[in-house]
T-cell receptor, first 113, second 113 residues
Framework: GDSVTQMEGPVTLSEEAFLTINCTYTATGYPSLFWYVQYPGEGLQLLLKATKADDKGSNKGFEATYRKETTSFHLEKGSVQVSDSAVYFCALSDAGNNRKLIWGLGTSLAVNP | GAGVSQSPSNKVTEKGKDVELRCDPISGHTALYWYRQSLGQGLEFLIYFQGNSAPDKSGLPSDRFSAERTGGSVSTLTIQRTQQEDSAVYLC???????????FGPGTRLTVT
C-alpha cells in the first residue's frame, strides 16, 4: 500500500540556518502531497501542498517540489526562525483511496536563537 | 470563519468504560475524517464519511470503535470498553467535496487509566 518515509529527528538548527527535511513516498496512483505542521500545544495546520509532478508548494518561506522521478517531496527553508520550531509531517492523499492522508512519522525541529 | 471543532478537549476514563468524542466540521464540508495520533503509531486513519455514501471504516482498529455522522454534519466517534492502548489524541478533519486539503480540529486527548 501507499506509504510515506521522512527523515527522523530531532533536527536542531541555529536561527538563520538552511533547513531540509527529506520525504519520499510510495504510491500506486498519482497522489497529492502535503506538509503539515504542528506547533507546540497546537493542532495540525496545512503548511503547503502540491497536486501534480513538478508542482512547487510554498508558504511562509517554506518550499517543496513534487518530484515524480525520485518520488520525493523534500521540505526546505532558506533561513529558519525560532518560531519555526515545531513538528513537521509529510503526507500523501490519493483520489483512489478516498483521499485519506497517509502520514510520515513526523520530524521535530528545534531552532535556537 | 469557524474551523473544525472537537469536544471534549481532554477525556480521562477508566478502563472498560465507553467514551464518545464529538466533531463539528467546517460548514459546507461534505467529507469528514477521523484520525488517531499516538506515540507508538504516529498518525493513523480511522474512518471517512462523504455525503450520504457508506463510510470507509477500513482504519478502525477493532469492533469496539464505531462512528456516525448525523445529517451530513456532526460526527461522533464511540469507543466501547476502552483499553489502555486506546490512549491517544483523536483528530477530526474535514474538506470540501472537490479538494484534497483537509482542515483539522484541535483534537481530543483520551487517557485510559
Amino acid at each position: 500500500g501507499d506509504s510515506v518515509t521522512q527523515m527522523e529527528g530531532p533536527v536542531t538548527l541555529s536561527e538563520e540556518a538552511f533547513l531540509t527535511i527529506n520525504c519520499t513516498y510510495t504510491a500506486t496512483g498519482y497522489p497529492s502531497l502535503f506538509w503539515y505542521v504542528q506547533y507546540p500545544g497546537e493542532g495540525l495546520q496545512l503548511l503547503l501542498k502540491a497536486t501534480k509532478a513538478d508542482d512547487k508548494g510554498s508558504n511562509k518561506g517554506f518550499e517543496a517540489t513534487y518530484r515524480k522521478e525520485t518520488t520525493s517531496f523534500h521540505l526546505e527553508k532558506g533561513s529558519v526562525q525560532v518560531s519555526d520550531s515545531a513538528v513537521y509531517f509529510c503526507a500523501l492523499s490519493d483520489a483512489g483511496n478516498n483521499r485519506k492522508l497517509i502520514w510520515g512519522l513526523g520530524t521535530s525541529l528545534a531552532v535556537n536563537p | 470563519g469557524a474551523g473544525v471543532s472537537q469536544s471534549p478537549s481532554n477525556k480521562v476514563t477508566e478502563k472498560g468504560k465507553d467514551v464518545e468524542l464529538r466533531c463539528d466540521p467546517i460548514s459546507g464540508h461534505t467529507a469528514l475524517y477521523w484520525y488517531r495520533q499516538s506515540l507508538g503509531q504516529g498518525l493513523e486513519f480511522l474512518i471517512y464519511f462523504q455525503g450520504n455514501s457508506a463510510p470507509d471504516k477500513s482504519g478502525l482498529p477493532s469492533d469496539r470503535f464505531s462512528a456516525e455522522r448525523t445529517g451530513g454534519s456532526v460526527s461522533t466517534l464511540t469507543i466501547q470498553r476502552t483499553q489502555q492502548e486506546d490512549s491517544a489524541v483523536y483528530l477530526c478533519a474535514s474538506r470540501t467535496g472537490s479538494t484534497y486539503e483537509q482542515y483539522f480540529g484541535p483534537g481530543t486527548r483520551l487517557t485510559v487509566t
